[in-house]
């Protein structure tokens, strides 16, 4: 086409061109940004903890439990009150313990390279991490508080006898709601026990840590410290392992008094045959429920779930030690780890649940008959979940590698097009009518 000056008129040509002009642009800076994000190359990352102001975003609650709650009956409403109390406890544990310590004790002592530490860069970190474990002990002596305060709890509405509550108004009510808040906070505990226990690099910083304690205690004068100070530092230390290391958080929701409070006096919780009856009753329903979901298009957090209620199983059975237990309880959770035989936790810890059970449930609990078929099923399960893994890992990365090549030939092939319509003579068209069949929606090339 000639226009009446006697010039070319390429329209199309030059708008494709122009287009995908930017479109190679736009490609080549993602990709520049994609290998700068890949790069080993520390990049600046904004701390939002030095800001002076701040927004916070989180609702504020205006409402109490007290004013939630309005019946005709006084005991029943200090009954609801104290359980929903204990539940926004529940609920405020399991926050803290995901925000402040998973992340820390899950990277402590990750490194970009595999090359040996300069010599006492380890005793600065876990001087440094001190702190944290001084807070991580706290915040589970505090669970270990609220966890021993709920089963106190338990045990006092679960109590029989003339005119009580429970024969009123609680024989039989199943505390669903109650028990899986319960076993989110047991959940915590067990995902902190997994992530020291898998942590190599604490355990080794640890021990080479109180090697130097030990040997400053018996010469103090080489260290510039005195001996009293050292001796502080090193019962501190002792007791903060005592708290962190060796699953001690889990054990400490049994190493600790349990009083039932009833019309008789004060007893242990375990000496309430009804608190154990219900309490397993309810553990059996709500892990049957919890089953049925697993595997299922229904699945969300059903598998986080039944840590909990695995978790609040070996409790029961620990504070039960001694009595009879429950073995139908014992063989439900066994069943569930045969659904479910391993459970991410976070980052590195997982949770092999027929481990679990036998690792902490009492002996005697733990001896009780399964049937052999349905262990010889967990290990076929365990062999396919592990089979079906390597094939994943392996589709991924042949995905990844073609996605990658695709797109650098692709964008070549788009740079020798644009070449050759830049090169080509402006009144041939042959290039310019075969660029929209070619590429079509740019946008959707890009996607």
């Known amino acids: 086409m000639v226009q009446g000056d006697g010039k070319g008129y390429s329209g199309p040509g030059e708008e494709h061109l122009e287009r995908f002009g930017k479109f190679v642009a736009d490609h080549g800076h993602d990709l520049r940004v994609l290998e700068h994000s890949l790069d080993e190359t520390a990049s600046e990352v904004w701390d939002p903890h030095t800001d002076v102001v701040g927004i916070n975003h989180e609702p504020a609650e205006q409402c109490r439990i007290h004013t939630l709650i309005d019946t005709d009956n006084k005991e029943m409403t200090k009954v609801i009150g104290v359980f929903a109390a204990l539940s926004e406890e529940f609920a405020t544990l399991v926050e803290i313990g995901q925000r402040d310590f998973y992340g820390p004790l899950a990277c402590f002592g990750e490194r970009f390279d595999d090359l040996k530490m300069p010599e006492g860069e380890e005793m600065e970190q876990v001087s440094a991490a001190l702190p944290l474990f001084e807070n991580l002990s706290m915040f589970a002596s505090r669970c270990h508080t609220v966890i021993g305060n709920a089963l106190s709890q338990l045990a006092g509405l679960y109590t029989a006898g003339k005119g009580s509550m429970y024969q009123t108004s609680f024989k039989g009510v199943y505390m669903y709601y109650f028990l899986m808040r319960l076993g989110d906070v047991v959940r915590v505990l067990v ?136 073995s139908k309880l014992y063989k439900a959770a066994v069943q569930a780890s045969a659904r479910v035989p391993m459970i991410v936790l976070y980052g590195r810890a997982v949770l092999v649940v027929a481990e679990f059970l036998q690792d902490n449930v009492p002996v005697a609990i733990s001896k009780t008959k399964v049937d052999s078929k349905l262990r010889d099923k967990m290990k076929v399960l365990v062999a396919a979940h592990d089979d079906s893994l390597a094939a994943q890992v392996c589709v991924c990365i042949y995905v990844c590698i073609y996605i990658y090549i695709y797109r650098y030939i692709y964008m070549y092939v788009c740079i020798y097009i644009c070449v050759s319509v830049c090169v080509c003579d402006r009144y041939n068209f042959m290039y310019i009518s075969f660029l929209p069949y070619f590429l079509g929606d740019v946008e959707s090339h890009r996607q």
């Open 191 to 326: 995902t902190l026990d997994e992530l020291v226990a898998t942590n190599t690099e604490l355990h080794d910083q640890w021990y080479e840590y109180k090697q130097v304690l030990q040997s400053a205690a018996l010469e103090p004068e080489a260290f510039g410290m005195g001996q009293t100070r050292i001796a502080k530092l090193l019962m501190a230390v002792t007791s903060l392992e005592a708290y962190v290391f060796n699953g001690a958080f889990l054990r400490g929701c049994w190493l600790q008094e349990l009083p039932w409070h009833h019309p008789k006096g004060v007893s242990e919780v375990r000496a309430n045959s009804d608190f154990i009856t219900e309490v397993s009753a309810t553990l059996r329903s709500l892990i049957a429920q919890l089953n049925s979901h697993i595997g299922d298009a229904t699945e969300s957090t059903h598998r986080l779930q039944m840590v909990g209620l695995v978790g609040l199983v070996v409790v029961l059975s620990q504070v039960n030690r001694g009595r009879d237990f429950d």
